[in-house]
């Protein structure tokens, strides 16, 4: 009897928390997609106009929203930055922070920096929007429980809002259940059932709102074997490249921390100007990665424009994710990794014209191998871009790229602490 409350409890809170998170992650998204399609659709095309009295409001814009940003984490220090290290946190017990405060941040403060055109990301941000969902559930639920106790541990409650975070952002319930599963260790044994059933609610909430569609539409053939040499040898330069890509975000990181520490957030005024000039004359690198990432599904892009594009948006996503500015780095780091992919399909394609490669595949196997090595976390990031693509076809070949960039990006890392 007492086994059958347990999991009736379980799933009760897998449930509520999901539906919970679900609705928070919707109204992210749809804050969001204001911000990003008022920045794509009316900012840059009135800043490339050449309209001076334009870009001075917009100036005089950008300072007042980078004051409110700054003033808002100094209010509410947790919300700073991506998002993830903060959740993990949560669930370990390390820290303790306001649940609703730091909801109210994020659902506010990233979305004006994404308004902004800073190369920050939606996933981090919906991450820690959904565990504090989670802790919200939590202690909303203990007020009800203080004569009869819940047996679940809050961390539960956390890990479960993560993964239903990732799950409702992106209509993906697989990739958030492996997400929090990887992502949250010394949590899995306990919380299997209710993250999956909190992923599967959230992403519910979201298909019902917003529907399902693919964002990058790619099958790569499965029983095309000539891929899978090419994919393996894709992964361990991925795996490379992810770890470079980690370590200096977080050289970025603790340089440019210290520097707005000093100048009491002056720091994020310039970089909220800079990111206005880049929107005028780099627009393909500003935001998440959407315009970046309508380029390269292009066919045919030279070489020259692709390493440009790879350059600049390596170069402002660590300034943008380095600087503590609450959004998320994952997607930033996903069109690097396709940009690195299309490069590398490209590539291919000259050198063996009669293989029949497709430069598309390697996009969506370089922003699955990239992801891969920079989070540690290969079944999500295999399940992420099926997700993405909305064929669960393209798992063999990714798992493939995911594997090789997880052991060379776990070589690296011996090679690095011996």
Known sequence: MKQKKYIISRISAGLITGIFSGLAICLFRFIMNFCDNTLNHKVIPSLQSGSILFAAAWGAGLLLMSRFVYRSICLEPNAEGGGI???????????????WSVLLVKLTSSPLCILAGFSLGKTGTAVEIGTMSGKGVCRFLQSFRRR?????????????GAGAGLSALFCAPVSG???????????????????SIGSVSAFLVSHLIYGTSPIVEAVIPLQQYSYYPALALMGVLLGVTGKYYA???NQFTKLLSKYNKRCHGLLWSALFLLAGALCCFFPAIAGSGNN??????TPATAYTTLLLLLFGKYL???ISSGS??????????????????????????????????SPICFLLAGMSGFFTSVISAPLTGAFLMCEFSCCYGNYLPLCTV??????????????TSA
């Not at 992502?183 to 044994?189: L, T, V």
């Open 85 to 99: 290290p903060h959740s993990v946190a949560e669930a370990r017990g390390t820290t303790d922070a306001r649940w």
């Open 247 to 249: 370590l200096s975000l």
């Open 177 to 195: 259940l492996f997400f929090s599963l990887e992502k949250f260790p010394g949590q899995h044994a306990l919380s299997v059932l209710t993250i």
């Open 324 to 357: 503590g500015l609450p959004g998320g780095t994952i997607f930033p780091l996903l069109t690097v990794g396709a940009c690195i992919g299309q490069l590398y399909g490209t590539a291919l394609c000259a050198l063996f014209p009669g293989m029949g490669f």
């Open 148 to 160: 009869h106790p819940s047996r679940l541990k809050p961390a539960e409650y956390y890990c479960t």
């Open 316 to 318: 402002f996503s660590m």
């Open 292 to 297: 970046m990432l309508a380029i390269l599904k």
């Open 402 to 415: 995911c594997l090789f960039s997880h052991l060379t990006a776990q070589f690296i890392n011996r090679k």
